[in-house]
């Protein structure tokens, strides 16, 4: 594990945000260019973004897990992949409020009376606090406070496989498996649980 963590201390943060965005730009492409993405591409554009934050989502809460369990260190990728996270949320709801929407008493009307909009929204609003304190600075002025402030990752990340749980028309497997993961990297921080204690 020492050797995987020292190949991993060679990759640049900054590769990690340029990767990460990469599927950003690809996606739009396909969307506006007819390739790939089926008959209704700002749906299947909408849904790849919510997808990817998902993704990035039990990627950010697996990484003290991973180091506290396996010793695989990812710390100084956290924050970048929270970023990433935040950014693909971002581009989900764009899509939706910009290209899907459109109308803005369309927009209110659907947050208020859709209860899986309404909670995807809640969970959007507790997401925003935290990518504009993931600083070097907001850090230092924060203090202890930063680290408390930062739980909000927890009920943003229920709240988000919730929005997808209730968004699937049917039963489907896979957000349940998403709604599975983010329980149990949730459960893994519980004092109860018999692992070392997780940050």
Excluded at 79 to 108: K, N
Aim: net charge positive; aromatic share 10%.
């Amino acid at each position: 594990m020492q050797r995987i963590n020292s190949l991993f201390r060679m990759v640049p943060v900054w590769l990690v945000y340029m990767g990460g965005m990469l599927p950003a730009g690809v996606l739009f492409y396909q969307g506006f260019s007819g390739a790939a993405l089926g008959a209704e591409p700002i749906k299947a554009l909408e849904h790849e973004y919510g997808e990817l934050a998902l993704q990035l989502l039990v990627a950010t809460l697996a990484i003290t897990p991973l180091r506290r369990l396996l010793g695989l260190n990812l710390m100084r990728f956290r924050r970048a992949i929270g970023l990433l996270c935040f950014f693909y949320v971002s581009c989900h709801l764009l899509v939706w409020l910009l290209l899907d929407v459109q109308l803005l008493g369309q927009i209110l009307a659907d947050i208020l009376k859709r209860p899986y909009i309404t909670i995807g929204m809640a969970g959007f609003v507790l997401m925003l606090p935290l990518a504009l304190t993931s600083n070097g600075i907001s850090v230092r002025l924060l203090g202890a406070r930063w680290r408390l402030l930062h739980r909000l990752t927890y009920p943003a990340a229920f709240l988000g496989a919730l929005h997808y749980v209730m968004l699937a028309k049917g039963f489907q497997l896979e957000p349940l498996i998403y709604m599975g993961a983010i329980l149990l990297l949730l459960a893994l921080r519980l004092p109860s649980v018999a692992w070392p204690k997780l940050a």
